[in-house]
């Protein structure tokens, strides 16, 4: 087993992605504009039909985009592949190889996040729940199942994230088109004793990401008004494909610490 080591990678994912800061923009490039265009169109009031083939437009564009520019991001950390030729907008076998692992990883996360939403936004439990506070019955039941709910999602939620901690390794495989199954099978051989290392890892990669648009968003809100909204949206996928060039630049430098150790132990 080859001890990883969470902080010092992370930092080096941070230091990758800033020194190769120009060509991931070139990557990313054409992705964020074809979001703009998305962001732009979106602006003008459109019947409730468009506007949702519009929403359903974006999220094809970033599910797209984000396969392209992480399989290219993997490339050039990986095997040194420079993508200066052109704008890159291939969708090939490599990239829908990668978007179809890459989708399955997510839904993992996504699901008992997605669960959590709707127990949070269901108003009428909460009001239910809650109605104790303003002087009102108890509903045992409803109280019940809120804190049962949320007692039960939030473990689930880290747990997700462990696992696709340890997964995600497989979708550097496919990147440089290795074998993504061979990888997934040994996965778990592979980072057995370093689950805790690559959920920290990861985590100093994309909450940093994440808080910044946070507090930025905040920060435009409260000084344009409803007039940040477009500009939320855009940083928002700024932030997220940011996000994807430091989660590959860490799992690629845990790729290769591990090929490393295996070298040597062969």
């Not at 990678?9 to 991931?24: E, P």
């Not at 269901?122 to 104790?132: G, I």
């Not at 940093?208 to 968003?217: E, F, I, Y």
């Amino acid at each position: 087993m080859v001890p990883i080591a969470a902080w010092p990678t992370a930092a080096m994912a941070y230091q990758v992605f800033f020194r190769g800061l120009g060509q991931f923009i070139w990557l990313a490039g054409g992705w964020l504009t074809c979001l703009l265009g998305c962001v732009v169109i979106k602006m003008v009031p459109w019947p409730e039909s468009v506007e949702s083939l519009l929403a359903l437009l974006t999220v094809l564009v970033i599910a797209i985009g984000s396969a392209g520019v992480s399989v290219g991001w993997y490339r050039a950390l990986l095997v040194e592949e420079a993508s200066f030729a052109a704008i890159p907008f291939s969708l090939g076998f490599t990239e829908l190889r990668y978007f179809l692992y890459q989708a399955a990883i997510a839904l993992i996360v996504v699901a008992p996040v997605a669960l959590l939403c709707l127990l949070l936004g269901w108003q009428p439990l909460w009001a239910a729940a809650l109605s104790f506070l303003r002087g009102g019955p108890l509903n045992s039941r409803a109280l019940l199942l809120v804190t049962g709910g949320v007692a039960l999602l939030l473990p689930l939620i880290v747990l997700s994230f462990r696992l696709a901690a340890r997964l995600i390794l497989a979708l550097a495989a496919v990147a440089i088109d290795d074998s993504p199954g061979r990888l997934l099978r040994e996965a778990w051989r592979h980072t057995r004793g370093n689950t805790r290392a690559l959920f920290y890892g990861w985590l100093a990669c994309i909450v940093p990401v994440a808080l910044l648009w946070g507090l930025s968003s905040v920060i435009l809100q409260h000084a344009l008004g409803a007039l940040a909204g477009p500009i939320v949206e855009l940083s928002a996928y700024l932030c997220y494909f940011v996000a994807l060039g430091l989660t590959a630049g860490f799992f690629s430098s845990v790729f290769s610490q591990f090929a490393e150790g295996a070298s040597a132990g062969a």
